[in-house]
């Protein structure tokens, strides 16, 4: 290792007799006997500084790995930091002590040197996911990029490729998952955070985003080259507050706030919605909270010791709480469920039954678009609805129906 590196520079600020290095997998002090340098490789000891650079050579992918984490990134215990080790499936570290040069009596022992002022190191490593990669392995892997996916977006994490800058630094790549085979000559490249905020926007059909959460974010753009901060940034105005929340999940410091105490708060238009029946609220999330409408993970229930049925969907962050659209949703559903219901009478064949199933279902899971005009046999056909309309409506636009003579005396 080049002894004028910054890298190197940075060893000989950071130990001194009372300051080690301690992270992932790297350990550097020095005491009376000279330097040890340890590594899951193995340890040398009694090392002078002249042997230094020497040493590290065949472990500079360790201290490249910290070098990067400590003196460029810093932010220990933010949710920055988190997020950009999950992105290149570093190990997630959690504690209220990250601070370097203290002692784990835990797993190392204590020099004679450390004596009784050796403390304890806080430090606790957790694995994101069980695809961690440990640092020789994330080393190799960084230098062709790491792909991680964030709901519709696709970040790839790799080395600087500028001899001008540190060779521990990272850039980002962002871009949407449907083009990530698509070369970058046909898309739109951005670096300015601030553009995501626009491309969030709107829809493929120019239709207003009302929620960023949802699986309908615009292709045909990137980012390039970005530092971890604009990364960060990046994902903010895509999907707010997606990080932070996803960080205090990964320390089991979420605080979820359930349907009851959401909607017992609600004032103004809004008061009615803790009217809404408990079977309702399970429709409600049927209807909201599912993957194909939302890419959070919903961990809010009806009350905290009330789970609800319907499944909570398996997205990359976290929803603690219901939205706000699924709150001005709900108050339309309880009006609608406050009303009395009536057994009406229709005239329906089996296939035109079978068809109203056909179009509500296309409606539904929003493929209207995607049915062709010539395909006559797809219930939700446009023709066939037309035809539908023009057979069983009356002039008014309403079904051709009444109630039931039963119920229409008992009024």
Known sequence: MDRTSPEFEAILETVTDEE???FDGLTIERNGDGYTVETPAGTQTGLEQSDLPQALEPVSAYVTNWYYWQRTVGGEDTARRAFLRWCERA?????????????????????ANDGENAT?????????????????ARDEALRDGIDREW????VTTRLVDDVDRPESERVYDCWHVDDAETDLAE???????????????HDEDGRYRPLKTAPTLVSGW?????????????????????????????????DVDHWLETADRQSGIYDVVDELPREAVEWMTEACCVDSQCLRRREWHFEEDDELDVDGGDGQFPCREPCSLVIA???????????????????????????????????????????????????ANRFRARYLRAKRFDDDGGFTAQRRADETDAD
Not at 128 to 133: H, L, R
Not at 151 to 154: F, K, T
Not at 187 to 201: G, I, K, Q, S, W
């Open 222 to 254: 990137a980012f390039t080259g970005l530092s971890g901060a604009e990364l960060v940034d990046t994902i903010g105005f895509f999907y707010p507050a997606t990080v932070a929340n996803w960080h205090r999940e990964q320390r089991d410091m979420l």
């Open 20 to 22: 080690r290095i301690a």
């Open 329 to 379: 949703a709900a108050r339309s559903w309880a009006i609608l469920e406050s009303e009395d219901e009536h057994t009406y009478e229709l005239e329906l064949t089996t296939s035109e039954l079978n068809q109203l199933t056909e179009i509500v279902d296309a409606v539904a899971d929003g493929r209207t678009d995607e049915i062709r005009e010539a395909d006559v046999n797809d219930g």
């Open 120 to 136: 304890t190191e806080a430090r606790t490593l957790v694995t994101a996911d069980d695809g961690t990669v440990a640092v020789p």
């Open 187 to 201: 898309l739109e490249v951005y670096d300015d955070p601030r553009a995501a905020r626009e491309l969030a926007t």
């Open 91 to 111: 190990p997630i570290e959690t504690g209220e002590n990250t601070r370097e040069g203290k002692t784990d009596t835990n797993d190392r022992e204590t020099t």
């Open 151 to 154: 709901g519709e977006l696709v």
